[in-house]
């Protein structure tokens, strides 16, 4: 059981903190809006707390649970508070009928990230395959990660662990940009008779 | 049960011919190398022909069972010859190091091929996000599938039901990119753990 941050409070902070907080963990949120994360921080309940937006984070594992257009900008206004921190890039950068991404090949938003993280910090791409009513739904399903740090990766995927989440490593960071794709994907099923009600998985034969 | 066309001779068109065989299809395939058409039709066997390379096909589906850096080729060679048919497009257009695709969104292979077929074809990408191992198995498994014509996929879809596969319906052509990229993710997880006995799929819970 570990601390972990979300920097964030919409439906995917939502349905992260609380699943986490459900498997043991303690939740810190932290948001622009503290009214909006102390809301959220009662909803999750077991200790869950309300950081200040651009402090040091409580915990090691910072997930970045913000829209894919702003999250660059909150990684360099926290600035040397991420230092040393994972940050779990969870954005899906879709143009605006989720029919392609808006990033290039070797410029995923957790690439991007990466180059605006201070040193030290490492990014994992992580939990943008699923939709964030599954993740409330507490079923075991699989998540799909990437990055370049070993490290970091086994600190991630024994989190996902823990909620009950089979942790499959897609390989480096530059292959957050197929994962981007796979949230395409993932939203097409779900738009072409597959309903909302799926995750992206790898079955293993 | 229906006769199926396969142009190609290698490892996809191995894998699919077989299994298409075992579930009663009647299978043509179709080489440059005629020689190996023939030894595959004889590995196959249950009936299945070898047609001429650039003739029209005897099949109403249409499997491209060649490198993607060949099949817009393929496809002009032919020419007129498929003509109403159901094209199907398998191909994987991987970089050197498969760490992403050598398309651009909107110009996928599948898309490519399109522009290329005659008219009153339908192009239907499938079948590549699950090694030819794994189809070879002959265990139940999901496939992708994506195009413009609503009963070209019904029938693409209905031939990978009679296949024991789950066919999953990602929407318009344009998401053959999607799918593309779904190809490096697969290959990206084989390669970082998961192993080749896998396949890309969708809970649905």
């Known amino acids: 059981m ?47 707390t ?5 402090a040091k ?13 702003g999250a660059v900008d909150v990684v360099e206004h926290y600035g040397e508070a991420l230092a040393g921190k994972i940050l779990v890039d969870i954005t899906n950068p879709f143009n605006a009928d989720a029919s392609g991404v808006v990033t290039t090949p070797g410029n995923s938003v957790a690439q991007q990230i990466a180059v605006a993280a201070p040193e030290g910090a490492h990014v994992v ?10 993740i409330a739904e507490d079923k075991p399903v699989d998540v799909f990660f990437a990055g370049d740090s070993a490290e970091a990766k086994a600190r991630v995927a024994a989190f996902l662990e823990s909620l ?9 960071l530059e292959m957050a940009h197929a994962l981007e794709w ?13 309903g909302f009600d799926i995750a992206l998985g790898a079955a293993v034969l």
């Open 164 to 172: 009950d989440m089979r942790a499959l490593d897609a390989g480096a």
């Open 57 to 69: 984070p409580a915990g090691d594992i910072v997930l970045l649970a913000v829209l894919y257009a």
């Open 2 to 48: 570990t601390t972990i941050t979300i920097i964030g409070s919409g439906n995917m902070a939502t349905a992260i903190g609380t699943r986490a907080a459900k498997h043991g963990h303690t939740v810190e949120l932290m948001s622009r809006n503290t009214e909006k994360a102390q809301a959220l921080a009662d909803q999750i309940g077991s200790r869950a």
């Open 125 to 134: 791409k992580a939990f943008n395959t699923i939709f964030g009513g599954v």
């Open 182 to 194: 796979a949230g395409i994907l993932l939203v097409g099923l779900a738009n072409n008779g597959a």
């Open 50 to 54: 309300v950081g200040t937006f651009g």
